[in-house]
C-alpha cells in the first residue's frame, strides 16, 4: 500500500512539473497546442517504465537505453522543430530522473533538479538578454522587388501579405522560369498580437504539411 502512495505522489509531483514547463514557460511563448499531448504522454510513459524497471531490477542500464531510444525518436509523418525536440528531451530526462530521485528517496535532489531546470528554461525562454527571431520561407512571386534598392518596397509588400512584423530578409533560389523566389523572412515573435499569433501558427502549420 505504501509503495502504490508513493508510486501516486512520485507522479502527481512529475506531472505538476511537467504541467508548469509546458503552461507557463512552453506555450506562452510558442502558443502552439500541437506537441502538448506529446510532451506528457513521452514524459508520463517514460516516468513508469523507469520505475517498473527499477522496482523489477532489470537494471539501470536498460532503462537508460530505452531511454536513448525514445530520446532520438523521428515522427515519420511530420519533422519536430528544434525547440520542440529540445523540450521532449528536457522532459523525458526529467521523468527518468524524478523517478529514480523519488524512488531513492533523495527528496532534497528531487526538489532541487526540478527547480533548477524550470528556472534555467524560464529564464532562457524570457530571452535572457538576447534578441531572439522567427524564420520562414516563403515562395514569392514579384521577383522586380528582390534587387536591393527596391528592399524597402519588398519588406511593406511582405508585411502588408503577411502580417508578421518583418524586420529583415534574405534572398534564396531565384527561379527566373516561374518568376519567383525562395525568400526567408524573419520577425520577432515577441511583437505578434493574439490574433497575429494565431495566424502565424496556422501558417507554418500549412508549410509544414506541405513539406
Do not use: C
Not at 511537467?18 to 500541437?34: A, G, L, N, S
Request: aromatic share 14%; glycine share 4%.
Amino acid at each position: 500500500m505504501n509503495s502504490l502512495i508513493d508510486l501516486g505522489v512520485s507522479f502527481a509531483l512529475n506531472l505538476a512539473v511537467v504541467i508548469v514547463i509546458i503552461r507557463f514557460i512552453y506555450y506562452p511563448q510558442q502558443r502552439d497546442k500541437d506537441y502538448v499531448f506529446t510532451f506528457v504522454a513521452f514524459s508520463t510513459i517514460i516516468f513508469f517504465v523507469i520505475g517498473l524497471m527499477n522496482n523489477t531490477e532489470l537494471g539501470i542500464g536498460v532503462g537508460f537505453g530505452l531511454f536513448a531510444i525514445f530520446s532520438i525518436l523521428r515522427y515519420r509523418t511530420d519533422t519536430v522543430p528544434i525547440r520542440e525536440m529540445t523540450y521532449l528531451f528536457v522532459l523525458i530526462a526529467l521523468a527518468v530522473v524524478n523517478s529514480l530521485l523519488f524512488q531513492w528517496q533523495a527528496y532534497v535532489q528531487f526538489a532541487l533538479v526540478n527547480v533548477a531546470v524550470i528556472a534555467i528554461l524560464y529564464v532562457l525562454e524570457r530571452g535572457w538578454g538576447f534578441h531572439y527571431m522567427t524564420r520562414k520561407v516563403i515562395t514569392y512571386e514579384r521577383i522586380d522587388l528582390i534587387r536591393p534598392e527596391n528592399e524597402a518596397l519588398l519588406l511593406a509588400d511582405l508585411q502588408a501579405r503577411t502580417g508578421l512584423p518583418i524586420e529583415r530578409v534574405e534572398i534564396g533560389k531565384i527561379n527566373f522560369l516561374r518568376d519567383s523566389a525562395e525568400i526567408v523572412v524573419y520577425y520577432d515573435p515577441r511583437a505578434l498580437n493574439t490574433t497575429q499569433v494565431s495566424y502565424a501558427i496556422n501558417v507554418r502549420s500549412a508549410a509544414e504539411a506541405d513539406v
